[in-house]
């Protein structure tokens, strides 16, 4: 279309969402809203940490909901800095026979001295997450707000961000989404009185970009950066078209002006030429265009229709309500201000239900996984460069997944282990001469898997192998056969590496070497050790889960003995002269430097794996008990939500909820209710999704257990859709603290334990059939 005037009276159709009832019933895509699930503020974002997410798993926008003025911060998840690499140092399989000796006789600073000069990788650091760019939207000549009149809100049911104002005696409406079916954001003005809308649109880039306005749309076409000395491969597009219902539209140099529209509509698209870790020759410019060309003769009721019917699938199958006190009626903000979560048990069910819309809007199948900052980042440099840190904060985004019922959002990570276990076989045979794969403690969108940053952080090489047991639970919580038979040989090559590469110990035991606690550091002097306790309770749960996959599969049964020898021989977990779980294979916690260290990793075998267990090892829970009172409850965002996590599978309901209120308050959460490490990371708010979760339900192998940790402050509520291993529907509902009826509902046949308090009772479920159990006692309905 030539550039010049263009009128339009298209798009008439609604994007109002639909009405929010306060009912409980059962979760479902038809089932009414609930009455937690919206975040709204009285004035627009100052910052980006108080401006709303949306996203449909590929594409994401932060809106912040200006008047006058508003920028939409725009993000595709496949845009990164660098290009395909290979990071493996050649001088390192060389080099670690020796490391190894120097660690067998405990000279730990030499040992992690030649590390860093021959076996870290090269460039020493990975390549970053991108932003794309900025969409901005200018009201000219816009009357001063009437007061009291400003309203925005991010509807976690609808998936939809508003933002609501009159000015001059006009109510002026905005809507923005993200369609996952459309591939693209959607934009809708409004305003209750003919030809009020004057609009100046332009998108903008941080990146070298060409940007050029053409009839009723703005193209914008550039490249992402190099970074550590990686040439920046990957090109990049996007494109927003505009309609106008009335007035008159104008292309020129700085965007588009649209002058007395009744209602402006927009639909957005981005694209990248990334393909894969080892492909960049897609065609961005060409994807946009036919996204747009496929929309465009669709209302934006239609795509908000379908958007949210697409994102209520998945998040209406979890339902929570802990009881509202007076505090829900106050702006969001003003309810994270107030640290008081014991008197808002909303303000947690919030928290919880905007986890899950996180996770949906960050994590769908055909995108990227969600990095450290899920699916949003406003940074060329973003903090740790917004990657895939796999030595604990990967996994905590995906620790809500399977249990609240979002397992398509597993899509994603599932796929990036599958091409890290390409890269991984080559750095297993390059750098350890080993079979399998390995990935050490992060990754980016080139899948690289050396050891970085310094050996002091980044030379462990479990990040696959925790990876797997992520694997494992999509199979554990779903059961399908195809499911298991897609992921075992992932798990096998895993496995195999470490059969491979485990060393003997002078107690005869098998350990990693080299390797360290996460980030910790030891009164050796040093970081590099063999055998830290976290490596073993990982390598316990990747053996016995790879074994038993073969089992089942009926396949590999030499393979599967051989794990099976090797989990034997590993060194078991050790209570320490201060009662403690020892972190390493020496007892050195008491005079570790770090004693409130952020990292609890020596606890993975309490949560999230099932090893440690108050009621089947009671030992070692209490030394567990006692490492978590030596570390401290407040830390950074993500490390407190692993704390609140771990009382709760210690049954320590109070105790988990006090962290849990920490967590939810002004230090650790964001007024728009992100995440504060500082800076904003996503991981924390998965991880305290999840520890409400626990607080309410735990599955540990064959076993149910119903209100576990339940805190004095919720002394009523009621949830339904939570999972359970096995393939199970949990619904709970309980009152003066005792529970009240629980609904059980198998996928499929199904032996299982299930207990409340001391209460325990085994059943065996038909699959479709619900069993009703009424009260503490457990007794069948």
């Given amino acids: ?53 949306i996203g449909n798993g590929r594409l994401g926008a932060m809106v912040f909901g200006g008047t006058a003025q ?17 990071p493996v140092n050649p001088e390192a399989r060389a080099a670690l026979p020796k490391v190894r000796r120097l660690i067998a006789a405990g000279r730990y600073a030499e040992a992690e001295a030649l590390a860093n000069a021959r076996l870290m990788a090269r460039p020493l650091q990975q390549m970053s997450y991108q932003p794309v760019g900025d969409l901005r939207l200018a009201m000219p000549g816009l009357p001063p707000v009437t007061p009291g009149s400003y309203r925005r809100a991010l509807d976690l049911d609808s998936a939809r961000a508003t933002t609501d104002f009159t000015a001059g005696g006009v109510r002026f409406q905005r809507v923005m989404l993200a369609s996952p079916g459309d591939e693209l954001i959607g934009i809708e003005l409004r305003a209750d009185r003919p030809d009020a809308i004057d609009l100046d649109v332009a998108l903008e880039s941080s990146h070298p970009a060409t940007i050029a306005a053409a009839g009723d749309a703005i193209h914008l076409a550039g490249r992402a950066p190099a970074e550590h000395g990686v040439a920046g491969a990957l090109r990049f597009a996007a494109e927003l078209r505009v309609r106008a219902s009335g007035g008159q539209m104008l292309a020129g140099p700085d965007g588009l002006r649209v002058r007395g529209a009744d209602r402006v509509t927009m639909i957005l698209a981005m694209a990248t030429s990334y393909r894969r870790f080892d492909d960049t020759t897609g065609d961005p410019e060409a994807a946009v265009r036919a996204t747009l060309d496929k929309a465009a003769s669709r209302s934006f009721a239609r795509i908000a229709e379908d958007a949210t019917r697409a994102h209520r699938r998945l998040f209406r199958r979890v339902r929570l ?16 201000r107030a640290d008081n979560a014991a008197g808002d048990p909303g303000l947690a069910a919030l928290y919880f239900h905007y986890g899950r819309y996180l996770l949906i809007a960050a994590s769908r199948p055909g995108g990227q996984p969600a990095t450290l900052q899920g699916l949003w980042n406003d940074s060329v440099k973003p903090p740790w460069g917004s990657k895939y840190t796999i030595n604990i904060n990967t996994e905590m985004n995906y620790w809500p997944a399977e249990c609240t019922a979002l397992p398509e959002c597993t899509e994603p990570l599932i796929a990036m282990v599958r091409t890290l276990a390409i890269t991984g076989a080559r750095t297993a045979r390059d750098m350890y001469g080993a079979r399998g794969w390995v990935a050490h403690h992060n990754s980016d969108a080139w899948r690289a898997t050396a050891p970085i940053d310094g050996a002091q952080f980044g030379l462990w090489p479990m990040g696959g192998a925790w990876l797997c047991t992520h694997l494992w639970d999509r199979y554990d919580y779903g059961r399908d056969p195809e499911t298991l038979r897609a992921i075992y040989p992932l798990m096998r090559g895993a496995a195999l590496f470490f059969l491979d590469t485990l060393q003997t110990n002078a107690a005869g035991h098998l350990v990693t070497s080299p390797s360290l606690s996460p980030e910790n550091v030891h009164p050796g002097g040093a970081s590099l050790c063999a055998g830290p306790a976290m490596d073993q309770q990982i390598l316990r749960d990747l053996f016995a889960q790879t074994e038993r996959a073969a089992t089942l599969l009926g396949i590999d049964a030499a393979f599967a003995a051989s794990l099976s020898a090797a989990r034997a021989r590993l060194a078991p977990d050790q209570i320490g002269r201060l009662g403690q779980l020892q972190e390493w294979q020496e007892d050195w916690d008491g005079a570790a430097p770090e004693p409130h260290h952020r990292h609890v990793s020596h606890l993975y075998g309490l949560f999230p794996s099932g090893q440690i267990d108050p009621l089947r090892t009671p030992a070692l829970a209490a030394a567990a008990r006692r490492s978590l009172e030596l570390r401290g409850d407040e830390s950074t965002g993500w490390a407190t939500a692993w704390r609140a996590n771990l009382w709760a599978r210690l049954g320590a309901g109070d105790h988990a909820h006090r962290i849990l209120a920490f967590l939810l308050g002004p230090e650790r959460t964001y007024p728009n209710m992100f995440d504060a490490h500082p800076p904003f990371q996503i991981d924390g708010n998965f991880g305290g999704t999840r520890a409400i979760a626990e607080m309410l339900m735990q599955s540990i192998e064959d076993e149910i257990r119903l209100l576990p940790a339940l805190p004095a402050a919720w002394p009523e509520g009621r949830v339904t859709g939570l999972r359970a291993r096995g393939g199970c529907g949990v619904d709970l509902a309980w009152r003066d603290g005792r529970l009240t009826e629980a609904v059980l509902r198998p996928d499929r046949p199904l032996d299982i334990l299930v207990r409340a308090g001391p209460i325990a009772a085994r059943h065996h479920l038909q699959s479709g059939r619900p069993l009703r159990l009424l009260g503490p006692a457990l007794r069948k309905a």
């Fill in 321 to 336: 309500d802990l009881g509202r006190g007076a505090a829900a009626d106050r702006p969001t903000d003003a309810r994270i």
């Fill in 1 to 53: 279309m030539d550039q010049g005037t263009v009128s339009r009276r298209m798009f008439l159709g609604s994007a109002a969402g639909l009405a929010c009832g306060p009912g409980i019933a059962r979760a479902g895509a038809d089932a009414a809203p609930d009455r937690d699930t919206m975040l709204w503020y009285d004035r627009p974002a100052s910052v980006w940490t108080e401006a709303l997410p």
């Fill in 70 to 86: 508003e920028r939409v911060q725009l993000n595709d998840s496949s845009l990164w800095s660098g290009g395909p690499y290979d």
